[in-house]
């Protein structure tokens, strides 16, 4: 094999286990830091396939795909040029569904995508309303009308 041939898949090996890495680090327990996520979700839990909040409700998700570091920067106040990435999860909360202090997560609307950003010790969600998955520009987020709210959580 070329020496070059093997420089690419090693390259790509590198490049898959840091994404796979970086969708890791949003697994675990998360303890409420904003004031949002204290009165409405409190803690939250993400797993493989499941988001637990307030260790009550439990609710299947499936990774729709990695967000890129700009997409992630225009959702939340982030550096687009640190090259971290997000994750677009699909899953499915009913607007009847009521969490601390009778809230809801959006309104009367039920919640079919989340946004979860982890870095270090901190992770943000997002969730949004609607059937098709958000577009994540400023502009578009800016003038959503699918977007149901931001949380903060730390470990």
């Known amino acids: ?19 796979t890495m970086a969708h890791a680090q949003e697994k675990g327990y998360w ?6 996520a204290r009165t409405i979700t409190g803690d939250v839990g993400l ?13 299947t998700m499936s990774r729709a795909r990695a967000l890129e570091a700009a997409e992630v920067s225009a959702l939340f106040d982030t550096d687009s040029s640190s090259g971290t990435s997000g994750s677009l999860y699909r899953l499915n ?5 009521k ?19 982890a870095q270090g010790n901190s992770l943000q969600l997002a969730f949004f ?18 977007k149901c709210g931001t949380f903060s959580y730390v470990r």
Request: charged content about 20%; some cysteine.
């Open 1 to 19: 094999m070329k020496p070059e041939t093997l420089l690419r898949i090693f390259a790509g090996l590198i490049l898959i286990c840091c994404l």
């Open 31 to 36: 303890r409420a830091s904003s004031s949002t």
């Open 47 to 59: 797993a493989d396939e499941k988001l637990t909040i307030n260790a009550f409700y439990s609710t």
């Open 93 to 97: 909360i009913p607007a009847a569904k």
């Open 99 to 117: 969490f601390q202090h009778k809230n809801s997560l959006c309104g009367s609307e039920d919640v079919h995508w989340m946004v979860a950003y």
């Open 129 to 146: 309303s609607g059937e098709k998955p958000p577009i994540f520009t400023f502009d578009a987020i800016s003038n959503s009308t699918d």
